[in-house]
Each structure stands twice: as structure tokens, then as C-alpha cells.
């Protein structure tokens, strides 16, 4: 039976294992895709991203559902989001019927389709990868009382009772709607980190540990696509209406592809005739984007002078995923750049001028404690270790990366099972052990104390990670201090024990998270009326109580 006009709820699920302050890019891409492609068989569309509320809640979901009473609700489950999506079970199972269904999408859907089917609702259906156009074509599909059968990008239980995987295809860079960005003012109000995008894919592609599939299906660099510059322009001009001045790319590979040099230019020309709508923003890309030591003086060049380009037309910030300071890990990781290149590409960047954050990868469980300490040496001598985004970060054996295939490979050596076979559902992660006992030793005591602290760390990192401080106003530079202070010391005390012991480690790390602790306390008590510094400062107290003597 056809539907009359469409009562729609896109929701966004939030998780406190990742308690970042940005908005979940995803929501609006699907949000923008059904108001641009369906407006004329909506009656109304309303977003909920929980990000804005902060909290691991379903009570303001239900209320939204219970409100609105639509016919189609769509929820995209990021990392750390299972365990609330398991909650939202019961709900779930009572809102779906022949005249209402529920679409799930994002990074937890794509991997665990069978696995949620078989535990949430079979009636669900599961978006694979890329929705923009297949949140559309069911939605059509519901609307018009067809089969999902032709639709691409899917997993469901068909009649058969059978898991029904379609087919999977790339969306047409060419006609990917805009995001919606209606609920976004409220997102700024929080100081939230806003996203855009210039491209999907990576030019690259092939990082051992990298989890591929999400915005591409083979995982392979010819299915890097760049947008339309025009899009980036209206998307521009809707920013600029809703006084947002600051955003971060959601590209993983900015600076990624053969047309990069004519993207450039199209990013120049647009700044040249539209300054008044540019917002400053900040981007990620790769080594050799930056610097390679292969190329002719000539790209050399024209590289420094890209980077020097997007620095006058408003770039704040770039990440830049080095991963290791020593070749061998390097190799284990199959990154394309070396040591010297990720050197001489981090100077570049500092000395225009412009904010470095640095994704490093400092223990895999195929690494020793030599390439430990030279990791951490590596950083510290440098004086990259303020940049590091996780001084202490383990690397993440995930569902069908390539780095479980040298796992599997050091387990036939060494006749024992180096990983478990279960996956967390909410992190797609395997728990792993080392291969050499002493690395293994080292990391008992780092992940104690990482446990320890996480909640802390993780939140001032993120209040430090964007913008020119829109939370933290004045006290964003003295944050971004203390928190790169904290840095060098945590990776003095894992190279001290990675040399002489692990009983150097455990005492100078929980030294150097109590500054940071007391510190920011200090400095930023007076901004306590921001829910995010709040929490914080709370987490900071509580970390503080706990070291406290009984």
C-alpha cells in the first residue's frame, strides 16, 4: 500500500567510550539526501544528533519517536554505540510494523550486519557503506509499496528468512546531495566540531591496520572521488547563514589524488570571489602529500606552495597520520612514507606556521622494546611530542584488516594464539596479547594506567583539538601547552621503561596526569558552566580522588 507524506526521524547515537565534541557527519549527509531527493513526499524530517546532548541517554530518543510518530526512522550507530543500540532493543521491536521501518547505517551496521539482525530485529534494515542514495531508494521503495530487491548497499532478512546482501556501488560524486544543517545551529551553541567534504576515499588505501569499506568497497586508491567545487560552495554559503566560521574536513586524504593540484586552484578561485563565506578549517592528510624525497625540486616545491596557499585562504590545523619513527613497524604498518620524509613534512607544516596533530601508532603486537624506545625517542628528540594525538595509543586489530593476516602469520611461528577470535561488537576490535613477553609486560602497566586516565585525556584532548577555542576562549593556548607538557613526559617515562624497566613507567606517568589534572583545574574552573569543560573537570577531580590516600 502507498504511503501519503512521510513523517521522518534521523537520529544519531552517541557513545561515551568516544567522547569526542563533533557532529556525527553522517546524520546529516542522510538527513541532506532525504530532504533533497524527497522533499516533495515529506511532511516533516526532524534530526537528532545525541552528540549535542553528551550523554549515553535513550529517554530523548524515545521522546523524539513518541513525538513525531514517523513512518521511517533512520539511526546511524558510530564506534562505542552497540551497547546503546542494544538498549533501544525493546523500542525498537515495538515501533516496527508493515507502516513504519527502521534503517541503521554508519561504521557498527556496515561491519556486524548479520550479527545485529541476529541480535536487535530482523526486521531491520541495514545500510552497507555509503547511504546517501540508498536511504533514498528505500525510502521511495516504502513509499510506493516495493520490494528492496533492486536496491544497492543493503543487508536484510528476506522472506527466505536469509540474509539478503545487494549489491555494493560508490555514490556519483557528482549528484551527492548537500548535508542538512538546520540542526546544527544548536551543534555550534555547544561549540561542537562541524564537518564538510571536499572528497571520500583514500589516495592511499592500503595502511595494514586501516579498516576499509565505510566510504569505499574494494579498499583501493582508485576509488578516491573529489567532489564538485561547487558543492563545497553552497554548502560554504549555508554555513555562513548559520554563523558557523570553523570547520574540520572529513576527507582522509585532503591533499589525496591526481587532480589535487587543479582542486587547489578551484579552492583559490573560490576564496578569491567568495572570502566573506570561507570559514577557517582544518584537514588530514598523508606524508607524501607533504613531502617526498622521490620528487623532482619542481613538485617539491609546488607542494610547499599548496600548503602555503590553503595556510592565506584560512587553513588552521592539519593531522597527519606518521604512525611509527622507526622503519620496521613502518613496514609492519605498510605505510608508503619514511622516517626522514615524516621529519622533514612536520617542519614544513610548523614552521608556516600552521597547527600539527600527529595519529601515531606506538605499540603493535608485533613490536619489541627497542622499536618502543626509538618510537618515543623518535618523538621526543624531534620535539614532536607535544603534536602526538596518543603518546601511549596501542594499535586496533580490527575485523578484516590486513594486519591480521602477519598476526596469523607470527601465531603458526610461535604455535600459540596471539589474539581472540570474539570481537568487541562496539569497538569491531579483537583483544590481542605481544608477541615478545617483555613488550607485553611494558603494556600491562600502560593500559592500566591508560585505563585510568582515558576518560580525563580524551576529553581535553578534544576540548583542544579544533578551532581557536570556542570552549575554552582564552585558556585554549595554556590547555594546548599543559596538554603537550603532559605529552613529553608520559613518552620520557615509556622510553625510561622501555631501556631500563618497567618500574620506571607506572610512578613518572600517574606524576605527569596529575599535573595535567590540577592544572586544568586550575585554568579553567572559571569556564564550569560549559557542559564539556564540566565533565572534564569532573573527570579531572575524580582522577585526582582516586590517587588521593585512603
Known amino acids: 500500500m502507498k504511503q501519503a507524506s512521510l513523517r521522518i526521524v534521523v537520529i544519531g547515537l552517541y557513545s ?31 534530526v537528532l544528533d545525541m552528540v549535542s546532548i553528551g550523554k549515553e541517554e535513550i529517554e530523548p530518543i524515545i521522546t523524539l519517536i513518541d513525538n513525531e510518530n514517523p513512518h521511517i526512522i533512520c539511526i546511524s550507530v558510530p564506534y562505542g554505540a552497540y551497547d546503546i543500540l542494544y538498549k533501544l532493543k525493546c523500542s525498537i521491536a515495538s515501533y516496527i510494523d508493515d507502516n513504519k521501518k527502521i534503517i541503521l547505517g554508519g561504521p557498527l551496521p556496515t561491519y556486524l550486519a548479520e550479527e545485529i539482525l541476529a541480535n536487535i530485529d530482523p526486521r531491520l534494515i541495514i545500510v552497507i557503506g555509503e547511504g546517501d542514495n540508498a536511504i533514498v531508494d528505500i525510502i521511495n521503495a516504502f513509499k510506493n509499496g516495493e520490494q528492496l530487491s533492486n536496491i544497492s548497499n543493503l543487508a536484510y532478512i528476506a522472506e527466505s528468512k536469509n540474509i539478503i546482501y545487494s549489491k555494493r556501488v560508490l555514490v556519483d560524486k557528482n549528484t551527492v546531495p548537500l548535508p542538512f544543517r538546520i540542526h546544527q545551529q544548536k551543534m555550534k551553541e555547544t561549540g561542537a566540531q562541524i564537518f564538510v567534504e571536499s572528497s571520500r576515499g583514500c589516495s592511499w588505501a592500503s595502511c595494514s591496520f586501516c579498516l576499509r569499506g565505510a566510504t569505499d568497497i574494494k579498499g583501493t586508491p582508485s576509488e578516491f572521488r573529489r567532489f564538485p567545487i561547487d558543492r563545497l560552495h553552497k554548502d560554504f554559503l549555508e554555513l555562513k547563514r548559520l554563523d558557523i566560521d570553523h570547520v574540520t574536513f572529513a576527507d582522509e586524504d585532503f591533499l589525496g589524488g591526481s587532480d589535487v593540484d587543479s582542486f587547489i586552484q578551484d579552492l583559490k578561485y573560490l576564496y578569491e570571489r567568495n572570502a566573506d563565506i570561507f570559514p577557517k578549517f582544518d584537514i588530514s592528510t598523508t606524508i607524501h602529500s607533504i613531502f617526498r624525497s622521490g620528487d623532482s625540486e619542481h613538485v617539491k616545491n609546488n607542494k610547499i606552495n599548496n600548503l602555503r596557499l590553503l595556510k592565506n585562504i584560512g587553513l588552521k590545523k592539519v593531522f597527519l597520520g606518521i604512525e611509527s619513527g622507526n622503519s620496521s613497524q613502518l613496514i609492519r604498518y605498510n605505510k608508503c612514507h619514511t622516517v626522514e620524509e615524516s621529519i622533514i613534512a612536520s617542519k ?3 614552521d608556516l606556521g600552521i597547527r600539527l ?18 618510537n618515543a625517542n623518535f618523538l621526543l628528540i624531534n620535539e614532536l611530542a607535544q603534536y602526538v594525538s596518543m603518546a601511549t595509543g596501542e594499535l586496533r586489530l580490527q575485523k578484516h584488516s590486513r594486519y591480521l593476516k602477519l598476526i596469523e602469520t607470527e601465531e603458526i611461528k610461535q604455535s600459540r594464539k596471539l589474539y581472540e577470535r570474539n570481537i568487541n561488537f562496539n569497538t569491531l576490535e579483537y583483544r590481542y596479547i605481544y608477541a615478545d613477553k617483555n613488550v607485553e609486560d611494558l603494556v600491562k602497566h600502560v593500559r592500566s594506567e591508560n585505563t585510568r586516565t582515558y576518560d580525563f585525556t580524551y576529553r581535553v584532548k578534544y576540548l ?6 570556542s570552549l575554552l576562549k582564552d585558556k585554549t593556548s595554556i590547555v594546548r601547552a599543559l596538554l603537550g607538557n603532559y605529552r613529553y613526559q608520559t613518552l620520557s617515562s615509556l622510553r625510561n621503561a622501555a631501556i631500563h624497566g618497567v618500574k620506571f613507567y607506572a610512578e613518572s606517568a600517574q606524576l605527569a596526569v596529575s599535573t595535567l589534572a590540577n592544572e586544568f583545574i586550575e585554568h579553567t574552573s572559571e569556564l564550569s558552566e560549559n557542559y564539556h569543560i564540566n565533565c572534564a573537570i569532573n573527570s579531572a577531580k575524580d582522577l585526582l580522588d582516586k590517587r588521593s590516600p585512603q
Not at 361 to 367: F, G, K, T
Not at 464 to 469: K, L, N, V
Open 464 to 469: 583542544t583539538r579544533f578551532g581557536d577555542g
Open 16 to 46: 561515551e567510550r568516544y567522547p569526542a565534541i563533533g557532529e556525527s557527519h553522517g546524520v546529516s549527509l542522510i538527513a541532506g539526501a532525504i530532504a533533497t531527493n524527497l522533499k516533495f513526499d515529506i511532511d516533516s524530517i526532524s
Open 348 to 350: 614544513f607544516i610548523i
Open 357 to 374: 596533530e600527529i595519529g601515531f601508532i606506538m605499540l603493535d603486537p608485533l613490536c619489541n622494546l627497542s622499536e618502543v624506545s626509538e
